[in-house]
């Protein structure tokens, strides 16, 4: 089995204090300051381990600029406004995002471009990305970006933040760990019942012996800044993740190079992920006062913004070949058995904003929390 230095310090930490938490694991792995799989490497595109909707189609990025327009005027066009990308990968989505947006020179005009990202090597990219549409800001957090009106925008960033997980024994729910089995190999074990602390998000009450239930604690931070900065100016926050609204199971996953790994072998050189409980963050963001709208599938929100009329345009002055590989992108991007449904779309607003594109109020806003 090949060994990354981060498992030699995994190891070593192991077997100093006893095991960890998937949530420590995956923390560790995804962004230890030396190590970590988002602090060294070059995790996008075909050259590197996966593939995002941006970097399927520039559609993708365009409509959500536009989507972003549409917002900014349901705001009442104020005259400064913040666009916030959550982890921004290569910059595709905003790129995309600004050249459709140039469509809206009011927009564009009151804007300021805000990037939270923890990678060195993807904010070089990012910078050479965005720089014909002037220099965004930087920051470790999102916290770090001063209030004001908003849209903040988060493609496949919740998936990444670390889930802790827990497995039913005996009828109740106890913590499942990472510790050193024979030869010094990382395995699963089994810690202490489950203790959760206020605020925790609640475990099932039924589940079958062995299964595997999920929280994500950091999500619900996120959500908290999201309602911190709703309550002084008005926001959308726009999610865009793969992930369930019911049920639970073991979604702990690795992916190096387009394919599963073992999420053992060489921490710090896969991507790890666990998929996103809407229902969680729902739960979340209706806790801290702010209105939740869907999830709707990937596939029903991009056509209901027009991907269909964007689609009809490019194709008219594409050559053969471009013409396939734009229908490729729109089909990878909505079919049912690509990206479809398995991706979703939530958007969380302060309470006063009413319903955003293309999301309708039910009969008596029975979709909206806190009404
Ligand atoms: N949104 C992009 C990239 C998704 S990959 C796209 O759709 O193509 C996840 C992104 O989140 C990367 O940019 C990664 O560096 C960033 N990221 C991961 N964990 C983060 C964290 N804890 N804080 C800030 N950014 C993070």
Redesign the pocket.
Known sequence: MPRSPLSRKLKQKISAEGSISVEDYMGLC??DAEHGY?RTGQ??GTDGDFI????ISQMFGELIGLWSAALWQAMGEPRQFKLI??????G??MSDALRAIRAVPGFLNALEMHL????EV?RAGQRRMLAPYGLPAWH??LSAVPAGPAVIIA???FD??PIRQYIRANGGWRERRIGLAGKGRLAFTLGEPARLAPGDDPLPEEAEEGGIAEQRPAAAKVIQEFARRARAAPLAALTIDYGYERGYGDTFQAVRRHHYADPFCSPGESDLTAHVDFAALARAAKAEGLAVWGPMFQGEFLLRLGLEIRCERLLQHATAQQRAAIMAGVHRLVDPAAMGTLFKVMVMTDAGLGAPFPFAAAPGAARRSGA
Request: glycine letters at 6%; hydrophobic letters at 40%; proline letters at 10%.
């Open positions: 995804l962004t988002y995790p996008l995002t909707a941006p970097e990308e959550l982890g921004p990968g290569r595709a989505l939270i990202e923890i990678s993807l470790e957090e493609n496949e960033f990444a933040l």
